[in-house]
Nanobody, 125 residues
Framework: QVQLVESGGGSVQAGGSLRLSCAVSMYSSGDTCMGWFRQAPGKQREGVAQISTTTGETYYTNSVKGRFTVSQDNAKNTLYLQMSDLKPEDTGMYYC??????????????????WGQGTQVTVSS
């Protein structure tokens, strides 16, 4: 059974930082792609970042490049999203996602099979 549990969300002022964590319970014998997505009220879920668990290769959506960093701690089975210089437009529910294969060239919800329940991030101006 696959379980993804996010934590670390909260309310911050613009310019602040947060670190999200995703505790991963999933067996995989090969490459696994882990991703972070977010969804603002009334908007579609969008990809934020993804990382290959074997190569460490990362990919970010343009709006977060230079501000967000995705990383993993394989010993702790945990995925992280370090978010800095947060902006009000970063507000939303943040989800951790996984697939038992290599990362696709496109960061899209359709490529991910397993999802967490989400953690709320609110950035005030």
């Amino acid at each position: 059974q696959v379980q993804l549990v996010e934590s670390g969300g909260g309310s911050v002022q613009a310019g602040g930082s947060l670190r999200l964590s995703c505790a991963v319970s999933m067996y995989s014998s090969g490459d696994t792609c882990m991703g972070w997505f977010r969804q603002a009220p009334g908007k579609q879920r969008e990809g934020v970042a993804q990382i290959s668990t074997t190569t460490g290769e990362t990919y970010y959506t343009n709006s977060v490049k230079g501000r967000f960093t995705v990383s993993q701690d394989n010993a702790k089975n945990t995925l992280y999203l370090q978010m800095s210089d947060l902006k009000p437009e970063d507000t939303g529910m943040y989800y951790c996602a996984a697939r038992r294969s290599s990362c696709a060239n496109v960061l899209a919800t359709i490529f991910f099979i397993y999802w967490g329940q989400g953690t709320q991030v609110t950035v005030s101006s």
